[in-house]
């Protein structure tokens, strides 16, 4: 978007120049002292040979009298010297108050920010200059990585915004007539799920400094350091709080190389208060956990709100969270792992440097060793129980009774000492609370829900024992409940490449699982981490992880081009694609046909039906019947004896092959699915 062209100039220059006059004054009369003192230096210098020809000739008389004059003079030395000095503490003392009140937070609802004159920022590159090599202080520079509307994101340095209340932000990009054009085609989300794409710089174009300088008369404020803007919805749950915003956030950072940098949020949030003036708990709780993962460890209490009137230079921006998000997931977390990352990627994968990032922000030493090393140690291993409003009554007072209960297990003709935890995430009142009670965690049993996210923190050689859930995926057209048994978001647990999955099988998990099939699992679990070592991770192929129904949803996106373009995040019904009873990013509702879904997804059900039959999905649930979807929502329940059969009935599931409108871009298919065999 181009606004026109506006008059503007250098900004500042009279002022630079009264500052600099001051500063001439200021050195000039420093220099008239300084000349002062060496004369009154020589003078006394001089003085003192006279007296000390004096006394000689004299054979030492007035000896006392010479020395007490010295003495006057010394001190006469020192008292100048330590104004000197006085006045040097004072002037760097100033300044470093000055930067530290520029950094500092006030009141947990914004920065305050160093006010002052537009002053060119020393490391600011002004525009693509082409042939035009005076260097412009007032010029912006933007760069951008990524497919536009699939991937993108920009970095941009002196940005301006005159309205802080914009929703999404837009920053104004300058430059001067005879530089070269901005980057085009601008086309980028400020969160990590399926949102409206839009173009964030508006673009002004000046053919003097002048003109330059009367558009940017009102700016009085300017944002040192990497500001990173982002978009907070629903920050009151931790998944989309730290995964939909602060990682599809950081994953912007890490495209410029930019993950160990010191950096500002810009959110509007939603951390409010009530009309008593208390915070909203579990919002203020997850940004404030942002903030500080920003700073690492250094700031305040909520994220950085910049000024919601006036105007404000920003000295470097990066923007672009797009589709990077827990909500687009599609057989992994996007951008995780190494496979996905076409950029230039840290060190490590990207999901466990921003783990990692996370704990040491919050003071988290990240955890090292291995379940196999700790026993050697005798540390026990520990193992916690996750609590989920999912679990009956009989089933979570099982897992509390496991607690008191299990303390040893014999594995191996080993004895295993065991440290058992039931834990309420809700329980802790701060995210370094939780990230140091997961940090330590060797075993993490969550059934469906945003339990399962923690499994993302676990440290490597870990295990993440999902108990799943029996969900009811009601008829379509009697509103009969179906109760089909799943695992939840697998590819956001199964993002995490150097850590185990184990299963609860499906017979205990249909006919409601009891205090004996969760220690049997435990059992598994702990052969799991006892046999990790370092050099198992991080696991570049899919090692049986998944679950029948996991492997099912990878295999139809192996074997079926269509149904890959349609489940891509950014085809163009992805919103309602992801709009999924088990979550966000499940399978199931892939694998068992939710009709709705399959149609927003574009998925051929042809080729799912093949694979769940080539897989063995009927036998492994143990349906009896038969039907033509194999297993589905509409065959009914397992167990049950339908009055609905996809033989007979004439609903999407049963049409056969479902393709669902062209993928104009074929940029699309690939950028986010990257399937492990």
């Known amino acids: 978007m181009n606004i026109g062209r506006h008059r503007k100039g250098s900004v500042g220059q009279a002022h630079r120049r009264g500052v600099n006059d001051a500063d001439d004054g200021y050195n000039l009369e420093a220099r008239n002292d300084d000349a002062d003192e060496l004369e009154l230096g020589k003078g006394n210098r001089d003085k003192e040979k006279r007296e000390r020809g004096t006394n000689n000739n004299n054979n030492g008389k007035a000896t006392g009298e010479h020395a007490r004059h010295s003495t006057k003079i010394q001190m006469r030395r020192v ?13 760097v003392w100033g300044r470093v108050w000055l930067r530290l009140y520029s950094l500092s937070w006030t009141g947990g609802q914004g920065v305050a920010l160093e006010e002052k004159m537009l002053l060119p920022p020393p490391q600011t590159i002004g525009g693509n200059n082409g042939d035009n090599d ?41 430059r001067r007539s005879n530089d070269e054009p901005f980057p085009a085609n601008r086309s980028l989300s400020i969160w990590g799920g399926p949102t409206s794409l839009y173009d964030p710089f508006v673009e002004h174009v000046f053919s003097t400094d002048e003109e330059a300088a009367h558009f940017l008369q009102n700016v009085r ?7 990173v803007v982002m978009s907070a ?19 912007a950072l890490c495209k410029f190389g930019l993950y160990t940098e010191q950096f500002r949020i810009w959110s509007h949030g939603e951390c409010n208060e009530d009309p008593r003036g208390n915070p909203t708990p579990m919002n203020c709780k997850h940004e404030h956990a942002m903030n500080v993962f920003g700073w690492k460890g250094i700031g305040g209490s909520a ?15 990066i923007i672009g969270s797009t589709l990077s998000g827990e909500y687009v997931s599609v057989d992994l977390l996007p951008f995780a792992t190494k496979p996905q990352w076409p950029f230039t990627s840290p060190q490590e994968d990207v999901l466990l440097t921003f783990q990692e990032r996370l704990m040491h922000s919050h003071n988290v030493m990240p955890r090292k060793k291995f379940a196999s090393d700790s026993i050697v140690e005798g540390r026990p291993i520990h193992v916690l ?40 995430w809700g329980d802790y009142d701060s995210v370094a609370k939780q990230l140091a009670v997961i940090n330590q965690a060797d075993i993490l049993f969550v059934g469906r829900g945003t339990a399962m996210f923690w499994c993302m923190f676990l440290r490597p050689g870990s295990v993440c024992a999902l108990l799943g859930t029996n969900d009811n995926w009601a008829d379509p057209e009697t509103n009969a409940p179906r109760l089909l048994p799943h695992y ?51 696991m570049t192929r899919n090692p049986g992880g998944y679950s029948i129904i996991g492997r099912v949803f990878l295999e139809l996106l192996e074997r079926s081009q269509s149904s890959r373009e349609g489940l891509s995040p950014s085809a163009p019904h992805a919103w309602d694609c992801h709009q999924r009873i088990g979550g966000q990013a499940n399978f199931a509702d892939i694998v068992y046909e939710n009709p709705s879904i399959i149609q927003s997804c574009g998925v051929d059900v042809d080729i799912l039906r093949q694979i769940k039959r080539e897989y063995g999905l009927k036998e492994a649930l143990g349906v009896e019947i038969e039907c033509e979807c194999i297993v589905c929502v509409e065959c009914g329940a397992v167990g049950d004896n339908p009055t609905v059969n996809c033989g007979n009935h004439d609903a999407p599931t049963c049409a056969g092959t479902i393709l669902f409108g062209d993928i104009p871009n074929e940029a699309r298919q690939d950028y986010y699915i990257t399937v492990f065999t």
């Open 79 to 91: 008292k100048s010297w330590m104004w000197v000095i006085i006045v040097i503490v004072a002037v």
């Open 134 to 174: 005076r260097r412009c202080e007032w010029c912006s520079k933007i760069e951008c990585l990524g497919i536009p509307g699939i991937n993108q994101s920009c970095r941009g340095f002196n940005l301006y915004q005159n309205d802080g209340n914009q929703n999404p932000p837009q920053f104004h990009i300058l």
């Open 221 to 227: 404020v300017k944002q040192q350091g990497i500001v």
């Open 233 to 251: 919805w629903w920050t009151q749950n931790m998944a989309h709080a730290l995964v939909d915003g602060l990682y599809a956030a950081f994953v």
């Open 303 to 317: 994220p950085a709100r910049m000024p919601s009137k006036g105007w404000v230079e920003f000295e470097q921006i």
């Open 385 to 424: 129980f996750t609590e989920s409003k999912r679990f009956s009554a009989h089933q979570d007072q099982a897992l509390k009774d496991l607690v008191t209960e299990m303390h040893n297990v014999t594995r191996n003709g080993v004895n295993v000492h065991l440290l058992a935890k039931y834990v309420n």
């Open 488 to 538: 939840g978001e697998e590819s956001v647990v199964a993002s995490n490449r150097h850590i185990h999955l184990v299963h609860l099988p499906f017979r205990p998990l249909i006919n409601g699982w009891t205090k004996e099939d969760i220690r049997s699992l435990l059992q598994e679990a702990v052969d799991k981490s006892l046999s990790s070592k370092p050099s198992l991770f991080p």
